[in-house]
């Protein structure tokens, strides 16, 4: 877990931008959260992107509660969950 705790924090100090593609789902929630609280953590300015591709299991609304979520656990301004794709 370390290691790859590690990783993550030398990927938010190497980028301006990190794209999060987030389902709803246990993994792309976790790895959200990770990277947030590494931001917060190292009080770094990097941004965070949201994106989601819509499916019939309304993967959309599960993935913005997630990001409502985050923006509320870490005191951020609202962020934006960009739909990308038609779940096809």
Do not use: W
């Amino acid at each position: 877990m370390n290691t790859i705790l590690s990783d993550l924090e030398n990927l938010i100090k190497s980028h301006k931008t990190i794209g999060i593609s987030i389902s709803g789902g246990i993994d792309s929630t976790l790895l959200a959260y990770l990277l947030h609280d590494i931001k917060y953590k190292t009080n770094s300015d990097v941004k965070l992107v949201f994106f989601c591709v819509p499916r019939p299991d309304d993967s959309i609304i599960h993935a913005q509660r997630i990001v409502d979520y985050i923006d509320k656990e870490f005191n951020q301004s609202p962020s934006q969950l960009h739909s990308v794709g038609n779940g096809d």
